[in-house]
């Protein structure tokens, strides 16, 4: 005797069951479902619907590895950041809102400056490509280059870049080696680099993403210095280096910066308070 057909609300009940919160479940069914995220409406008036077997199979598939640690963003391909909506994979990071701090001091900065327009921003360690999309997003005017060291990751950034739009120059390398000879000083340097230590416990937590992106050395330091120190030969006077670190972090790499000559060092907190960005302006000639 063949088994009742789940429903909508049954399938959703479910998941949570599953211990799945109510509002992954709803987006996992609405990727199965091929139905925009912002559809949550439509699962409330097609609650009583029935679904396939193969829907309802590839629900559980998706559900299982999600319970296993795997991000949401990865199983649907999709996550918000800065209101832009970005595909990623498991060749990249998946964007965190703590980032968007980053974003908001990067454009304060940008138009406290008294540069001539275009002005010219470098993305270090671009990933997905969130925080250099955001900012075009919010100023077309911006020059801007993306760099990775993965050609992976830099395949999806790209593509997000094309899918919004938005125009940039991407390049290859890790760190400055990407830059092509002869690219210009820039106004503005910002990087969300890797800044947990190798042997940090919470690393067991992150396993379905990128290693490369994630750690930095015994403490977690490693890519910070070098860009720290390396920044001042690709800014120009008065042009700023902006930096996501460790919740842990801000007082060493404010005092990294202080030490290679930055001015105006700081922090910015993120929502939960934590000083989660620190960076500083130069204007000593190298």
């Not at 959703?12 to 091929?34: F, I, S």
């Not at 964007?95 to 974003?103: K, N, S």
């Not at 820039?186 to 937590?205: G, K, Q, T, W």
């Amino acid at each position: 005797m063949n088994a009742t057909p789940a429903t909508v609300s049954g399938a959703l009940a479910g998941l949570e069951a599953q211990g799945l919160p109510r509002l992954t479940a709803q987006l996992l069914a609405l990727h199965v479902l091929q139905r925009p995220a912002t559809d949550r409406g439509w699962l409330l008036a097609h609650d009583a619907d029935s679904l396939s077997a193969d829907v309802q199979a590839e629900l559980d598939r998706l559900a299982q590895r999600h319970l296993n640690g795997e991000p949401l963003a990865y199983l649907t391909g999709h996550q918000a950041f800065y209101g832009l909506d970005l595909h990623v994979s498991s060749a990249v990071l998946v964007p965190r809102p703590d980032t968007e701090t980053l974003v908001d001091w990067a454009l304060e900065v940008l138009s406290s400056t008294t540069a001539t327009p275009p002005r010219s921003v470098l993305d270090l360690g671009t990933g997905s490509g969130a925080i250099a999309l955001a900012l075009k997003a919010q100023r077309p005017d911006l020059t801007l280059l993306a760099s990775d060291a993965s050609p992976d990751a830099l395949a999806v950034a790209r593509a997000n870049a094309e899918r919004l739009n938005l125009a940039l120059t991407f390049a290859v390398g890790r760190w400055f080696d990407a830059l092509p000879p002869g690219t210009p000083a820039f106004d503005l340097i910002v990087s969300n680099p890797p800044y947990i230590a190798e042997s940090d416990a919470h690393l067991s937590a992150l396993s379905h993403e990128p290693r490369m992106a994630l750690t930095s050395g015994a403490d977690g330091l490693t890519d910070l210095s070098h860009i720290i120190t390396r920044a001042p030969a690709h800014l120009r006077q008065g042009g700023w280096l902006l930096l996501e670190h460790g919740y842990d972090q801000a007082a060493t790499v404010r005092g990294l910066l202080v030490a290679a000559g930055f001015e105006q060092v700081g922090s910015k907190r993120d929502l939960a308070g934590i000083e989660r960005c620190s960076g500083g302006r130069w204007t000593t000639s190298v």
